[in-house]
């Protein structure tokens, strides 16, 4: 049997822009692989900026958009298998998204999702039984079911909204849960509470969570691995203690040095220099963050950079690493 509960594998997806003639195609996600352990719980951070492919890879694991080519083995089953059994599916995979007030209809109290859940996945027999299920998952999230009676969305908070997201997801006692951004929305002040969470949901309930983020300063705290996305390629992966410690791409070293420190200021000219970088177009041949990355040589631009194993399970797709082994 299959030892990975999550088994990405040469992963693209491609999408058309403009008109079938005269458009163009964008790798969103490209050759990205990954494989996760299915004997102990784990909170893998994908962290990226805006447009390298986080949502597009969250999508693809959920099931909500088709790949282009490559595979996804989840619990040793294909996406494929998995989008014929979609009752089994999303007993093993949840997600959680970015904006709880649109999870949410307005029109809908959010026990009535709660209840919906566990009578339609079939995690309860009947209405008593999904209340009793209810009541000891708000409890996970720290919150009491006489709280969310009878209760609209607009009558909590964004962060009490999102942990009410995270118990409908865990009404289906999932394996896996996918959180897009899930802290972008809330006050920063409640991150840490959400991020302790899904702390206390993997050491206590045993699941996994793919917690994608921009936020690194929560991904820095909560994470077990850590995956970095690049334009679509995901240029480094490993346990966040060694990619953290010994980031193995300039990338990675570029996003950590931009978590702010106490006393810190986020000057425009930081702001900048992103967005600069971000407008260059971009060769197909060579390194995609050759033009920004202060290491880059000759060789850089001339090819295209593979996987390389650092040491263990950390892989960095960056020249130097080559270059320094060969010679
Ligand atoms: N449906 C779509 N059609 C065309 N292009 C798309 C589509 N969805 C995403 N893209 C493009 O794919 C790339 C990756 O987008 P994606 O939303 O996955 O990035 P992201 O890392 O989640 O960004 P953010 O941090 O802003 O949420 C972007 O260039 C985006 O414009
Ligand atoms: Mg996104």
């Given at each position: 049997?299959?030892?990975?509960?999550?088994?990405?594998?040469?992963?693209?997806?491609?999408?058309?822009?403009?008109?079938?003639?005269?458009?163009?195609?964008?790798?969103?996600?490209?050759?990205?692989?990954?494989?996760?352990?299915?004997?102990?719980?784990?909170?893998?951070?994908?962290?990226?900026?805006?447009?390298?492919?986080?949502?597009?890879?969250?999508?693809?694991?959920?099931?909500?958009?088709?790949?282009s080519a490559g595979e996804i083995t989840i619990d040793g089953k294909s996406i494929h298998y998995h989008m014929k059994h979609k009752k089994e599916f999303y007993r093993?995979?949840?997600?959680?998204?970015?904006?709880?007030?649109?999870?949410?209809?307005?029109?809908?109290?959010?026990?009535?999702?709660?209840?919906?859940?566990?009578?339609?996945?079939?995690?309860?027999?009947?209405?008593?039984?999904?209340?009793?299920?209810?009541?000891?998952?708000?409890?996970?999230?720290?919150?009491?079911?006489?709280?969310?009676?009878?209760?609209?969305?607009?009558?909590?908070?964004?962060?009490?909204?999102?942990?009410?997201?995270?118990?409908?997801?865990?009404?289906?006692?999932?394996?896996?849960?996918?959180?897009?951004?899930?802290?972008?929305?809330?006050?920063?002040?409640?991150?840490?509470?959400?991020?302790?969470?899904?702390?206390?949901?993997?050491?206590?309930?045993?699941?996994?969570?793919?917690?994608?983020?921009?936020?690194?300063?929560?991904?820095?705290?909560?994470?077990?691995?850590?995956?970095?996305?690049?334009?679509?390629?995901?240029?480094?992966?490993?346990?966040?203690?060694?990619?953290?410690?010994?980031?193995?791409?300039?990338?990675?070293?570029?996003?950590?040095?931009?978590?702010?420190?106490?006393?810190?200021k986020w000057t425009a000219k930081d702001r900048m220099h992103m967005a600069d970088a971000e407008k260059k177009v971009l060769s197909k041949i060579g390194c995609k963050?050759?033009?920004?990355?202060?290491?880059?040589?000759?060789?850089?631009?001339?090819?295209?950079?593979?996987?390389?194993?650092?040491?263990?399970?950390?892989?960095?797709?960056?020249?130097?690493?080559?270059?320094?082994?060969?010679?």
């Amino acid at each position: 049997m299959d030892n990975h509960i999550l088994e990405i594998k040469n992963l693209d997806r491609v999408f058309r822009i403009g008109g079938m003639i005269f458009g163009n195609k964008i790798k969103a996600v490209d050759d990205v692989s990954i494989k996760m352990p299915s004997d102990r719980a784990w909170i893998m951070s994908v962290v990226g900026e805006s447009g390298s492919g986080k949502t597009t890879l969250a999508r693809m694991i959920l099931g909500l958009l088709e790949t282009s080519a490559g595979e996804i083995t989840i619990d040793g089953k294909s996406i494929h298998y998995h989008m014929k059994h979609k009752k089994e599916f999303y007993r093993l995979v949840q997600p959680i998204f970015q904006n709880p007030f649109t999870a949410f209809s307005a029109k809908q109290t959010v026990e009535s999702y709660l209840f919906e859940t566990a009578l339609n996945l079939g995690m309860a027999k009947d209405k008593e039984e999904a209340a009793a299920l209810i009541t000891e998952t708000l409890k996970r999230v720290g919150l009491n079911y006489d709280q969310v009676k009878n209760k609209y969305p607009n009558q909590f908070s964004g962060g009490e909204l999102q942990r009410i997201s995270i118990a409908r997801a865990l009404i289906t006692k999932p394996k896996i849960i996918v959180a897009d951004e899930p802290v972008a929305m809330i006050d920063a002040s409640l991150r840490m509470n959400i991020v302790n969470i899904f702390r206390f949901l993997k050491e206590e309930a045993g699941v996994s969570f793919v917690y994608i983020t921009h936020d690194l300063s929560t991904a820095y705290y909560v994470s077990d691995y850590i995956a970095t996305m690049y334009k679509g390629s995901m240029i480094e992966f490993g346990k966040a203690q060694d990619v953290l410690e010994k980031p193995g791409h300039p990338y990675t070293q570029l996003l950590l040095d931009s978590i702010p420190k106490v006393g810190d200021k986020w000057t425009a000219k930081d702001r900048m220099h992103m967005a600069d970088a971000e407008k260059k177009v971009l060769s197909k041949i060579g390194c995609k963050f050759a033009r920004r990355c202060p290491y880059a040589t000759d060789q850089c631009y001339q090819n295209t950079p593979e996987m390389v194993t650092l040491e263990g399970e950390h892989r960095s797709l960056c020249m130097k690493h080559k270059e320094y082994k060969a010679g």
